[in-house]
């Protein structure tokens, strides 16, 4: 028979991210620094108290919106994390973050509208618009701003049919922290367009440099902005598959409704397993946060020196994402090249958009004695190639 695969499931090619940990495979004594997700095991006291819960019979389906003694739980910790009151009504807890945004872009696309994605950026936005009926338009970030958009490049992207902004905050690829007077700027453009916006804020817990700035929380902003988070990143909890998001009433009743159908609920017990993350000693996760930012550092300083590579000190995220473009411009060659002479992973950077033509992805996710491994390993490739790639 015929394939009859619909085209926009066609149009997308298979997660870069996903194919370069396969063909790492068929190595040895491989450092991947590929995947973006910590290297930290959930803390064995969640684990177990997740597990009580499920011997309590937690096993089966909850409320769509999530079970009621984690909304509750949720909205203390954002009240005192974040100095926002939210109604129960505003939240929703999700398959992880990728439910949220799913569930938003859903809920608000209609066929041919539009939505600005700043890049380089997470590569399922990409998808999950077109999925969703949508039509990305890219707004490119360079090197020489630390990749933090520009936002009269935001205001030349927008036409008729923009539907929202997508920000993310600190971000997955380049660590970027979007500042306060940038989402200003962002803010007064989406109220006098009445567009919405989608603040992917689930590196929040590691912004390395002062407190966390959100949309959210300028004038206007809480009535068009869907704020995504997750356990995943910063609790260590990928596996687990929770998120959660907030926004306004109208938005929020339309994002469960899609969630219903798509998901039921999100897992019981994952969502047992949040609540418990939400009750243990915050230190743990301060303490992942600053192992973060100093493997971030570290990587900094290693790059720095290497003939013809350029990086920024980090800003957030665990990701560092130099340019390479005096070596080589083209970062998936450089990146095959460098997993098959020295065993490392890394992502080329066009998987993020085409504003990452010339970088790389480093998740900065294994162990500092590991990461200085692959960093010496790094820099002999670089020099063999005398700075300069086939
Ligand atoms: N948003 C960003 C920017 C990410 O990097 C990721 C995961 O890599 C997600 C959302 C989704 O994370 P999860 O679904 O594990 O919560």
Same mark, same amino acid.
């Given at each position: 028979?015929?394939?009859?695969?619909?085209?926009?499931?066609?149009?997308?090619?298979?997660?870069?991210?996903?194919?370069?940990?396969?063909?790492?495979?068929?190595?040895?004594?491989?450092?991947?620094?590929?995947?973006?997700?910590?290297?930290?095991?959930?803390?064995?006291?969640?684990?177990?108290?997740?597990?009580?819960?499920?011997?309590?019979?937690?096993?089966?389906?909850?409320?769509?919106?999530?079970?009621?003694?984690?909304?509750?739980?949720?909205?203390?910790?954002?009240?005192?994390?974040?100095?926002?009151?939210?109604?129960?009504?505003?939240?929703?807890?999700?398959?992880?973050?990728?439910?949220?945004?799913?569930?938003?872009?859903?809920?608000?696309?209609?066929?041919?509208?539009?939505?600005?994605?700043?890049?380089?950026?997470?590569?399922?936005?990409?998808?999950?618009?077109?999925?969703?009926?949508?039509?990305?338009?890219?707004?490119?970030?360079?090197?020489?701003?630390?990749?933090?958009?520009?936002?009269?490049?935001?205001?030349?992207?927008?036409?008729?049919?923009?539907?929202?902004?997508?920000?993310?905050? *600190?971000?997955? *690829?380049?660590?970027?922290?979007?500042?306060?007077?940038?989402?200003?700027?962002?803010?007064?453009?989406?109220?006098?367009?009445?567009?919405?916006?989608?603040?992917?804020?689930?590196?929040?817990r590691l912004?390395?440099?002062?407190?966390?700035?959100?949309?959210?929380?300028?004038?206007?902003?809480?009535?068009?902005?869907?704020?995504?988070?997750?356990?995943?990143?910063s609790?260590?909890?990928?596996?687990?598959?929770?998120?959660?998001?907030?926004?306004?009433?109208?938005?929020?009743?339309?994002?469960?409704?899609?969630?219903?159908?798509?998901?039921?609920?999100?897992?019981?017990?994952?969502?047992? %397993? %949040?609540? %418990? %993350?939400?009750?243990?000693e915050s230190g743990q996760f301060e303490r992942m946060a600053r192992a973060?930012k100093?493997?971030?550092?570290?990587?900094?300083?290693?790059?720095?020196?290497?003939?013809?590579?350029?990086?920024?000190?980090?800003?957030? =995220?665990?990701?560092?994402?130099?340019?390479?473009?005096?070596?080589?411009?083209? =970062?998936?060659?450089?990146?095959?090249?460098?997993?098959?002479?020295?065993?490392?992973?890394?992502?080329?950077?066009?998987?993020?958009?085409?504003?990452?033509?010339?970088?790389?992805?480093?998740?900065?996710?294994?162990?500092?004695?590991?990461?200085?491994?692959?960093?010496?390993?790094?820099?002999?490739?670089? =020099?063999?190639?005398?700075?300069?790639?086939?």
């Amino acid at each position: 028979m015929k394939e009859k695969v619909s085209g926009s499931v066609r149009e997308i090619v298979p997660a870069v991210i996903r194919e370069m940990s396969l063909r790492a495979a068929a190595y040895d004594n491989v450092i991947s620094l590929g995947i973006g997700e910590p290297d930290f095991d959930t803390p064995p006291e969640i684990c177990r108290s997740a597990l009580k819960d499920a011997i309590d019979g937690y096993t089966h389906y909850t409320p769509s919106r999530g079970d009621d003694d984690l909304i509750e739980a949720l909205r203390r910790y954002i009240r005192n994390s974040r100095n926002i009151a939210l109604d129960p009504a505003q939240l929703a807890v999700t398959h992880g973050g990728m439910g949220a945004l799913i569930a938003g872009l859903r809920a608000i696309l209609d066929p041919g509208e539009e939505v600005i994605v700043i890049e380089p950026h997470f590569p399922s936005y990409r998808a999950q618009v077109i999925f969703a009926g949508g039509t990305p338009v890219y707004v490119p970030t360079d090197f020489g701003d630390r990749f933090v958009v520009r936002p009269e490049r935001v205001a030349r992207a927008i036409t008729p049919k923009t539907k929202a902004i997508i920000i993310n905050s *600190p971000n997955n *690829p380049t660590g970027a922290v979007v500042p306060g007077p940038v989402l200003d700027e962002v803010a007064h453009m989406a109220m006098d367009h009445d567009l919405l916006v989608i603040s992917d804020e689930v590196y929040d817990r590691l912004a390395f440099e002062g407190p966390y700035e959100s949309i959210y929380v300028r004038p206007g902003m809480a009535e068009r902005t869907l704020v995504v988070h997750s356990f995943s990143k910063s609790f260590a909890m990928t596996g687990w598959r929770i998120g959660y998001c907030y926004g306004p009433p109208w938005l929020m009743n339309e994002v469960v409704k899609v969630a219903t159908y798509f998901t039921s609920c999100p897992s019981n017990v994952g969502q047992r %397993a %949040a609540l %418990a %993350a939400l009750r243990a000693e915050s230190g743990q996760f301060e303490r992942m946060a600053r192992a973060f930012k100093d493997r971030c550092s570290l990587a900094y300083h290693r790059l720095k020196e290497m003939p013809g590579v350029r990086v920024h000190p980090p800003a957030g =995220s665990f990701y560092i994402f130099p340019d390479l473009g005096e070596i080589t411009q083209d =970062s998936t060659q450089f990146a095959l090249e460098l997993l098959d002479r020295e065993q490392v992973v890394v992502i080329p950077g066009s998987a993020f958009g085409p504003s990452g033509k010339t970088c790389i992805r480093i998740s900065c996710t294994v162990e500092t004695g590991l990461l200085a491994e692959a960093m010496d390993r790094i820099e002999r490739f670089v =020099s063999r190639c005398g700075g300069r790639n086939s």
